[in-house]
């Protein structure tokens, strides 16, 4: 009698077998069902967009004097605040005014006796001129006294001058404030020797409000920037400026502008810009560094793309996919410098009234079928209904 078990496990296989290639096929069937991915798209436009500059600067103050002595001697006192608010003219120090005023009153002594023999010279001359001309006395005498007459007033010029010089050096003896402003440390104290030679200043005033800052750009930004704006593609920005401080906040105050400089440092290549900010807080201090924006330009015909629909290659390159012919994703390459606000600025690779995919871009391939709809469409996800609750429909 034959043995039917080989037969029976060889069936048992072969319903194993059917019934996952029947599994497959549903299974199958079900991906077929799902169709194609649905994506959110912008349509591309053009728009002015403003070409900001991002340049680092330090703070300069508006004006600055250093209080140097005129006159040589010894201060006698300190007349301000360090650190205060001095206006023009204000006294500063006091050097010991003594051997100044007695030079003063020596020079008004000599141009009181320079005037009295002027005066005297003169007479002498008048006396004589009826006499030379009777012949009572000679000619040359006449002409001596005239002589005479003209050197005495010369010498009261000369001594009226000395005088002058003399007080000019005295008033010197007071150091005053030359500009309006805060001033800082005394480097010089009472008892102290001072000269008109000395390299040292006693301090230094400065003017902060207004205030500078001076900004560094590169001479090739700046070149590409003025080709730009001379063939027409980029039209001038504003000259107003915003500042960020160190700590990363916002100045309160907006600058501008007020002029670039015409040589380019040999030393870092870059070209100075000056703009002029109002301080009436006295926040910024000369020598701060802060971070300058301006629009330096306007882009007229920019195209905007959100972040989310720009890709980076492997190689740096940047990339967007497209809502292409019969609904399928086509992969752009684009040229992406920079970004303003949540967009980058596309300078190259698309054209107004094409569809930019910026929603759904993960899993998306070249040439893949998709399902476009605008972006930020709502969409309608539910869980999948249970088998028995099918089975009840």
Request: aromatic share 4%.
């Amino acid at each position: 009698m034959l043995d039917k078990r080989p037969l029976l496990l060889a069936g048992a296989l072969c319903a194993i077998m059917l019934s996952l290639g029947a599994c497959a096929s549903k299974d199958d069937d079900g991906g077929r069902g799902r169709g194609a991915p649905e994506v959110g798209y912008v349509t591309v436009t053009v728009q002015a967009v403003p070409v900001t500059a991002q340049l680092g600067g330090r703070t300069v103050a508006f004006e600055t004097s250093e209080v140097r002595p005129q006159v040589n001697g010894l201060i006698r006192r300190r007349l301000f605040t360090e650190g205060g608010l001095v206006r023009a003219g204000q006294p500063l120090y006091q050097i010991d005014p003594n051997l100044y005023q007695a030079a003063a009153d020596q020079a008004a002594a000599n141009l009181a006796s320079a005037r009295a023999s002027a005066q005297a010279a003169e007479e002498k001359a008048k006396r004589f001129e009826p006499l030379a001309k009777m012949q009572a006395v000679a000619e040359q005498d006449y002409t001596d006294a005239l002589a005479q007459a003209r050197v005495a007033r010369a010498a009261v010029s000369q001594n009226a001058a000395a005088l002058e010089t003399a007080r000019i050096n005295l008033r010197f003896t007071t150091l005053t404030a030359p500009i309006s402003g805060r001033i800082g440390r005394s480097l010089a104290t009472p008892g102290a020797l001072v000269s008109a030679s000395q390299s040292e200043p006693l301090a230094l005033i400065q003017r902060t409000d207004p205030i500078y800052v001076d900004m560094q750009q590169s001479s090739a930004e700046l070149i590409r920037l003025r080709q730009a704006i001379t063939s027409g593609g980029t039209q001038a920005g504003s000259t107003s400026v915003r500042l960020k401080l160190e700590d990363g906040s916002d100045y309160g105050f907006a600058g501008t502008v007020q002029f670039s400089e015409i040589a380019v440092s040999e030393a870092t290549g870059t070209v100075t810009l000056r703009a002029r900010f109002p301080n009436p807080q006295g926040l910024l201090l000369p020598g701060m560094f802060v971070t300058a924006l301006f629009d330096q330009a306007i882009n007229p015909a920019a195209i905007l793309v959100p972040q989310t629909a720009v890709q980076r290659d492997f190689d740096g390159s940047a990339f967007v996919y497209l809502v292409g012919k019969d609904n399928k994703a086509a992969r752009r390459k684009v040229t992406a410098e920079r970004t303003v606000g949540a967009n980058w600025v596309v300078t190259d690779g698309l054209r107004p009234g094409e569809k930019v995919i910026t929603q759904g871009v993960g899993n998306l391939k070249q040439g893949a079928p998709i399902k476009p709809v605008p972006a930020n469409t709502v969409q309608r996800v539910g869980a999948p209904a249970a088998k028995g609750a099918e089975k009840g429909k």
